[in-house]
């Protein structure tokens, strides 16, 4: 009996180790609750780099989109290492910019103090 266990555990750590992600996937309408897999990616490149580290995880793919920026990306010592790029040669834009709306044109000179 304790053969079948220790069989079982072993094949079980081999499936488990074998199937650890090396890469994590982040898209513009992804959900950080999701895994970083290309299926379910991340929404965030900071939620991504912040799994990495504690996953191992050395590589990063940036799907197509515009990645809104609400605060500026946080790199420490430990995310060394970990590569960030685009997916496939996609297009992506990383802003931290924000749009200005309700702006009128006017004939007055604005002067500055």
Known sequence: MKKKVCFVLI??????????????????????????TIDKPFQTIQKALDQATVSNVKSILLNEGVYQLDAPIVLQPRHSGIIISNFNQEKVVISGGRELNGWKKTKERLVGN
Not at 14 to 34: C, E, H, L, R, W
């Open 11 to 36: 094949i079980l750590a081999s499936f488990i180790s074998g199937y650890s992600q090396k890469v994590f996937y982040v898209a513009p309408n992804g959900n950080d609750s999701n895994f970083g």
